[in-house]
């Protein structure tokens, strides 16, 4: 029987799925890291930032499906209706601790 590590889960995170890929944030960069560490499951996170409105997706692989080159189906991180309330509870906090005369020149980079 062989030594095996704890390794349990590697994910890997992009924000931009427009960003370059075979250099990380990609699924294959999951499955070499899977297959040389050891990893029993891999998830990647890709944020989707690029379209102006995040819409954050991710794809699963175990074990079983690593060693495959079909690319594992894309699931959305959110349903439509959840993420279009989540943006607007957003928006209503950017309102409120920013009133219309002080957002006009507020940098929220200085929070």
Known sequence: MTMRENNLLVIE????????????GSIDSVRTLMREYGYQYGVLLDLRLSGGLPNPSWQWLDEATAGEQATPESKLVYEVEDLNALIERGREEERRRYPQDIRETHDPGMD
Do not use: V
């Open 13 to 24: 995170m992009k924000t931009n799925h427009e960003a370059q890929r075979g250099n990380g």
